[in-house]
């Protein structure tokens, strides 16, 4: 079992910047790949960035490229998405997730264990 737990989220301008931090307690976090998703009023949940266990790899989502930057510290057992140039529609809730085995890391199915979601609100 993996237990996940975000912190960071807040209320920021527009142009703004967040970190959103992921700590992981349970079995080793280095096991792990680590995703960040998010889910807007009435929307489902996407995919927003992906770090391998290792950190060597990441990915992201277009909306976000540029703009946010995922990274891990596996000293620490703690994933973070530095999050800059904030825009309105970056509000949402954002749900950290850990996947063991994997293909895809873009997919929600890969991933077995998820946090309880920070909410972010991008507002003037």
């Known amino acids: 079992q993996v237990q996940l737990v975000e912190s960071g989220g807040g209320l920021v301008e527009p142009g703004g910047s967040l970190r959103l931090s992921c700590a992981a307690s349970?079995?080793?976090?280095?096991?792990?790949?680590m995703g960040w998703f998010r889910q807007g009023p009435g929307k489902e949940r996407e995919f927003v960035a992906a770090i391998r266990r290792s950190g060597g790899q990441m990915y992201y989502a277009d909306s976000v490229k540029g703009r946010f930057t995922i990274s891990r510290d596996n000293t620490k057992n703690t994933v973070y998405l530095q999050m800059n140039s904030l825009k309105h529609e970056d509000t949402a809730v954002y749900y950290c997730a850990a996947a063991a085995m994997y293909r895809d890391l873009l997919r929600r199915s890969e991933y077995e264990y998820w946090g309880q979601g920070t909410q972010v609100t991008v507002s003037s």
């Open positions: 349970g079995r080793t976090f280095s096991s792990y790949a």
